[in-house]
């Protein structure tokens, strides 16, 4: 069953913050993010496993609650260049099928 | 290092034409996955191959769909006829599976338009 994102969307100025959620029905062994630009490949930001741990990429970072069966992904001090979608892709077992949430769309303005 | 190449980029057919598109992924992965992602969604798997054998096809309408990878390297997904529902960009990806939840790295799909 396809993970919940939320917001849909968002509009951010450069230098703000924005969190992105993504809520699952499913117990959660893997959470997956992605970032796709307009007409290009959806391009891997980071992977969270079972444990809750958080990770880091830049100043994106995210974080994965099991037992809210949640994942939540941050962006801090926004660039231009984190315009796009974001996909979180959720697993529920130790294997590689995903489930894509419906996508949120960041836009980052001067 | 190269990416997941795929062509054509855009297809544009009459329903009921056949269609194929191409996709060789990045050289060492051993998983090959299809996916077709509709406008304003997510990608949704279509089919997963495992070097040359298909894992999980339980997604691909097998009806007018057909996937092929002969030599656990490149891979073909063919529709025959297409229907308007069809449209959509069509979105392969390959990973280097070790333990299972690896990364999957994608190429930048086709979009295919059936009028």
Same mark, same amino acid.
């Given at each position: 069953q396809q993970p919940v994102q939320?917001?849909?969307a968002v509009i951010l100025r450069e230098g703000e913050d924005a969190v992105i959620n993504c809520s699952s029905s499913k117990a959660l062994y893997s959470v997956h993010w992605y970032r796709q630009k307009h007409g290009e490949a959806p391009v891997f930001l980071m992977i969270l496993l079972k444990g809750g741990? !958080?990770?880091?990429?830049?100043?994106?970072? =995210? @974080?994965?609650?099991?037992?809210? !069966?949640?994942?939540?992904?941050?962006?801090? =001090? @926004?660039?231009?260049?984190?315009?796009?979608?974001?996909?979180c892709g959720t697993g529920s077992t130790n294997d590689y099928k995903l489930s894509f949430g419906a996508g949120t769309t960041v836009t980052v303005r001067a | 290092e190269a990416g997941v190449v795929q062509s054509p980029r855009y297809k544009i057919i009459e329903k009921k034409q056949p269609v194929a598109f191409w996709c060789n992924p990045i050289s060492g992965h051993n998983t090959l996955y299809w996916y077709r992602q509709n406008l304003g969604q997510g990608p949704e798997l279509l089919i997963r191959y495992e070097n040359e054998e298909a894992v999980d096809d339980s997604q691909l309408p097998k009806d007018r769909f057909s996937a092929e990878r002969l030599k656990g390297v490149d891979s073909t997904l063919k529709i025959q006829p297409?229907?308007?529902?069809?449209?959509?960009v069509y979105l392969c990806a390959s990973s280097y599976e070790r333990e299972g939840a690896d990364e999957q790295f994608f190429g930048p799909g086709t979009r295919l338009t059936v009028l």
């Open positions: 939320s917001p849909q741990e !958080q990770k880091g990429h830049e100043k994106i970072s =995210a @974080s994965f609650n099991e037992k809210k !069966q949640q994942s939540s992904l941050y962006l801090t =001090a @926004s660039q231009l260049s984190y315009s796009g979608t974001y996909f | 297409a229907e308007l529902g069809d449209s959509a």
